[in-house]
């Protein structure tokens, strides 16, 4: 699988971080730590009927997918190639992160999430919320969603700050030493591997010589199809995919007709394959054949993903093609998160993360944000994990229907995992082709 990284103006610094020493394979091996981070997460105590949203969340939700289409737009630019993100994850390390920033550095982070105009204790709410209320709609699906954050051990947070983490968040404030890079590097790496069943590991081979903090949030979803018997393996077989360049390659391709969620639109089609009991689904958007895919890619800001849940006919006879797939992403989301309008953040003359830590006289801002995601897709269902890690460093100044339809998945497409009472999107990728 092609590594997905985004380098922009922040290339000096990656290089100059402090690596984890290699064998001679090149491969690292870190060591279990004897302190493991804690993990605090809630545990639903009874099964929702539907997310409970307010109308003000309702509009969350949408902002949510919009900045979650204008992410896969910057990366899929970035490099064309099949991958898989976490909207949704990035979304919980940012608002973490906006509650240590004040300002200009403040509003542009929330603004650009979408949340602007209600202010930070709204955004704190909304996350709780969804914290609480997507692992409780159905008991079949395995969803974590678990934050945290290590800290340099003379480099306290304000008071405010951590109580905040603890009670919209659930993400404990541990601290220790980072005289040795390996063993900080161990202890976050392990956190990432227990969070996601070991599917991100590592989630960092580096740490920067100034980090001070390191803000995360591991997500991890696992689930059966609604109908189990959905697709059978024996029907699995290798079909022809048409790449976006107009060759054709074999990939092993699911086949199913079943009555499923389907939409036809303006220049692609969709559909839903639900999980477990229906309260999350799998939507493929599939652009018309012969279409160039990256010029659609580029306008997936035009599209309003409730609205094409909207326009979709519930009970559709679909035959259905569908590559069986694995795909990753592995993310410096630096210069895509920039060009969405997060710029001071990262800036050592202007950032403002005066609510962050307990050192006046000492300023701040975000070096990296990282991302590693992971997403296979088989007859049997879906397992899918992200984690994202906001590093913060010292800043130095340095500039049913009777009708039936066909869709065959058989040339590039995207695909989105969402949860549908909310409607809000936890990953998104793109695939075409192996």
Not at 57 to 85: E, H, I, T, W
Not at 408 to 413: C, I, S
Request: charged share 20%; hydrophobic share 45%; with cysteine.
């Amino acid at each position: 699988m092609k590594k997905i990284t985004i380098v922009f103006g922040m290339l000096a610094l990656t290089l100059a971080c402090e690596k984890a020493p290699s064998g001679p394979s090149g491969d690292v091996t870190f060591p279990v730590p004897d302190e493991p981070i804690e993990i605090t997460s809630p545990t639903p105590a009874t099964v929702l009927a539907k997310v409970d949203l307010s109308a003000t969340q309702q509009r969350y939700v949408k902002s949510g997918n919009a900045l979650a289409f204008r992410l896969l737009q910057g990366l899929y630019a970035a490099d064309p190639a099949n991958m898989v993100c976490s909207p949704l994850s990035l979304q919980y390390a940012l608002a973490m992160t906006a509650n240590g920033a004040a300002g200009e550095t403040l509003n542009e982070i929330i603004t650009t999430l979408g949340y602007g105009s209600e202010g930070i204790d709204a955004l704190n709410a909304y996350c709780n919320l969804l914290m609480n209320q997507l692992p409780a709609v159905d008991p079949d699906v395995v969803l974590k969603v678990v934050d945290a954050m290590l800290v340099k051990e003379d480099y306290p947070v304000q008071e405010a700050f951590r109580q905040v983490l603890a009670s919209s968040y659930y993400a404990p404030v541990e601290y220790m030493s980072f005289a040795d890079p390996m063993a900080v590097l161990s202890r976050i790496n392990d956190w990432a591997s227990r969070n996601t069943n070991g599917l991100i590991n590592p989630i960092l081979r580096e740490i920067s010589p100034d980090a001070v903090g390191f803000i995360m949030n591991a997500l991890y979803f696992k689930a059966k199809w609604a109908d189990e018997t959905l697709f059978k393996p024996n029907m699995t077989l290798p079909r022809d995919f048409t790449r976006k360049d107009g060759n054709k390659v074999k990939v092993n391709m699911m086949a199913a007709s079943e009555y499923l969620p389907y939409g036809k639109f303006d220049g692609f089609q969709a559909v839903g394959i639900p999980y477990a009991n229906g309260k999350y689904s799998m939507y493929v958007l599939l652009p018309d054949a012969g279409a160039d895919f990256g010029k659609w890619v580029a306008g997936l800001d035009k599209k309003d993903f409730s609205t094409i849940l909207g326009g979709m006919k519930k009970n559709v006879n679909v035959e259905l093609l569908l590559p069986k797939f694995d795909v990753s992403g592995d993310f410096l989301l630096n210069d895509v998160l920039q060009a969405m309008g997060i710029r001071l953040a990262f800036d050592a003359d202007f950032a403002d993360f005066s609510r962050m830590f307990d050192k006046p006289g000492e300023s701040f801002r975000i070096s990296r944000v990282i991302q590693k995601a992971k997403l296979s897709l088989a007859e049997w269902g879906t397992e899918a994990a992200a984690v994202t890690v906001v590093e913060m460093e010292k800043a130095t100044s340095v500039g049913p229907g009777g009708e039936s339809v066909k869709f065959y998945a058989n040339h590039p497409f995207v695909f989105v995992l969402a949860e549908n009472t909310s409607g809000a999107i936890l990953f998104e990728g793109v695939y075409q082709g192996d």
